[in-house]
């Protein structure tokens, strides 16, 4: 069985217990390789895979890294800024790293906050992006209340990757990743990682370029929604993406 055919697999059994998957793995840099796509445009809640497109708008046309933002008022969730009593303000470039690194969500509504919801939302539109749109801030209980969620699809979170990968800055902050339960569980020791994870009650996600050590990078993309342990679903799509590109 091929990966395409194991992955396939993965996803159908996925939706025979009633979730939702949707995966995508492309070879980046002109690379060979077919690119593999289960359910690419299927809408998904974003959970913090959100923060790609902010931080890809951040790069694009965003403020200088050196600018300091005020890191108030705090986020619930993931994320440290919240717990710290002494901290004013930080420049943009700690907290995109924060944003990635631990998946702050302070940081990430500050962030929302200068950047704007609306320059974020054209970012993707530019870029092709059909299914992501940005329209509320993290852990906006109030607006998620009134069907206001943060949405993407595989195919564009694989996107969004694929041009972060041509950022320095970027991939350094996603191999620093804090969360690492999910593509990186079987993650070959030769192998490096660059990757976001999303999260929320029956969400599971996580996206990244995977490094071999030989042939180009691959980017993967796998989301689950509604799947009793959608964390070994994801890590099982990794452990499948590893094997086949060590066989390559």
């Not at 694929?162 to 902050?173: E, M, T």
């Not at 690492?180 to 192998?191: A, M, V």
């Not at 689950?224 to 099982?236: H, K, P, S, V």
Request: hydrophobic share 45%; glycine share 10%; with cysteine.
């Amino acid at each position: 069985m091929n990966l395409g055919e194991s992955l396939t697999g993965l996803v159908e059994e996925a939706e025979a217990a009633g979730g939702r998957a949707g995966v995508v793995v492309r070879p980046l840099d002109g690379g060979g390789g077919e690119a593999i796509e289960i359910a690419p445009d299927h809408p998904f809640t974003a959970a913090s895979l959100i923060k790609l497109p902010i931080l890809a708008t951040a790069l694009d046309s965003g403020p200088p890294f050196d600018e300091r933002l005020p890191v108030r008022p705090a986020a619930g969730g993931s994320g440290v800024l919240a717990h710290l009593a002494d901290v004013a303000d930080m420049s943009v470039r700690d907290l995109l790293t924060l944003m990635i690194v631990v998946s702050d969500n302070t940081a990430t509504n500050v962030l929302i906050d200068r950047i704007g919801r609306e320059a974020v939302n054209a970012w993707c539109a530019r870029h092709g992006l059909t299914a992501t749109v940005l329209a509320r801030h993290m852990m906006d209980l109030e607006a998620r209340a009134r069907g206001l969620n943060n949405l993407t699809s595989a195919a564009d979170v694989a996107s969004v990757l694929a041009r972060l990968a041509d950022s320095p800055f970027a991939v350094q902050a996603l191999e620093a990743q804090q969360f690492n339960d999910r593509l990186p569980r079987h993650l070959p020791p030769e192998f490096r990682l660059a990757h976001k994870t999303g999260e929320l009650s029956g969400v599971r996600h996580d996206a990244g370029i995977v490094y071999p050590p030989a042939g180009p990078p691959v980017v993967v993309a796998a989301l689950t929604e509604g799947i009793a342990d959608g964390a070994g679903l994801i890590a099982e799509c990794g452990r499948l993406v590893f094997a086949a590109l060590v066989r390559s």
